[in-house]
C-alpha cells in the first residue's frame, strides 16, 4: 500500500523568507497530491493538489512542483507571512476497495517570526 | 461551495456511554465520506471510508462495533463511538469527497473526551 514520507517535521523562517516542505510516496500508480494546512485546533483545509499529469502548479505564493519518476512532491510557499503558521500535510491516495483513500505525512509544523 | 459541517464540536462523556458524531456536506452531494481520528500533534489516521447505501469499510486495527458507521444519505454519515473509554478521547474528523472527483472537504472536527 501507500506510504508517504514528509520531512521535515517543524520548520522556522523568518517573514518573508521562502519555505519548502518535501514528500515521498511509495506507490507509483498515485496520481493525485493534496496538500492541507491545519491551523490550531481547525479542520485541515485544501491549499493546493496537483495531478500526475503535470509538473508544477502555482495559486499566488504557493505551488507545488511533483517529480514522478522520483516519486517526491514538494510544496513551495514564497515571501512567508505569519499567517502561514500552521501544520502542513501531504497526501496520496491509496486507491483500495474502489476508493481513493488518503494516506497522509506526517505534517510539517511551520512558524513564521515577524 | 464544498462546506462540510460537524456536530458537536466538542463533547465530554462518561465511560461507557456512546457518543453520535454528525457528518453534513452542506453544499453538495457527498457519495463517500471518510472518517479520521487525530491524536494531539500527530497526523490524521483514516479510520473508515463511509459510501452512501452500502457498508462501511473499516481500515486495519479499527473495530467496526466499537465505531459505528451509517451512511443514510448523500449529505449525512454519522460515527457513534460505542461504550466510550479514556483513550477513545481524541480529535474526530470527517471529510466529504464530491461526485465524481477525488477533492476531499473536511469538516470542523469534533472534540471527544472521556473522562
Known amino acids: 500500500g501507500e506510504n508517504v514520507e514528509q520531512h521535515p517535521s517543524t520548520l522556522s523562517v523568518q517573514e518573508g523568507d521562502s519555505a519548502v516542505i518535501k514528500c515521498t510516496y511509495s506507490d507509483s500508480a498515485s496520481n493525485y497530491f493534496p496538500w492541507y494546512k491545519q491551523e490550531l485546533g481547525k479542520r485541515p483545509q485544501l491549499i493546493i493538489d496537483?495531478?500526475?499529469?503535470?509538473g508544477e502548479k502555482k495559486d499566488q505564493r504557493i505551488a507545488v512542483t511533483l517529480n514522478k519518476t522520483a516519486k517526491h512532491f514538494s510544496l513551495h510557499i514564497t515571501e512567508t507571512q505569519p499567517e502561514d503558521s500552521a501544520v502542513y500535510f501531504c497526501a496520496a491516495p491509496r486507491i483500495s476497495g474502489g476508493y481513493n483513500k488518503l494516506i497522509f505525512g506526517a505534517g510539517t509544523r511551520l512558524a513564521v517570526h515577524p | 461551495g464544498a462546506v462540510v459541517s460537524q456536530h458537536p464540536s466538542r463533547v465530554i462523556c462518561k465511560s461507557g456511554t456512546s457518543v453520535k458524531i454528525e457528518c453534513r456536506s452542506l453544499?453538495?452531494?457527498?457519495?463517500?465520506m471518510f472518517w479520521y481520528r487525530q491524536f494531539p500533534k500527530q497526523s490524521l489516521m483514516l479510520m473508515a471510508t463511509s459510501n452512501e447505501g452500502s457498508k462501511a469499510t473499516y481500515e486495519q486495527g479499527v473495530e467496526k462495533d466499537k465505531f459505528l458507521i451509517n451512511h443514510a444519505s448523500l449529505t449525512l454519515s454519522t460515527l457513534t463511538v460505542t461504550s466510550a473509554h479514556p483513550e477513545d478521547s481524541s480529535f474526530y474528523i470527517c471529510s466529504a469527497e464530491g461526485q465524481g472527483t477525488d477533492t476531499q472537504y473536511f469538516g470542523p472536527g469534533t472534540r471527544l473526551t472521556v473522562l
Open positions: 453544499d453538495f452531494q457527498a457519495t463517500t
Open positions: 496537483i495531478r500526475s499529469n503535470v
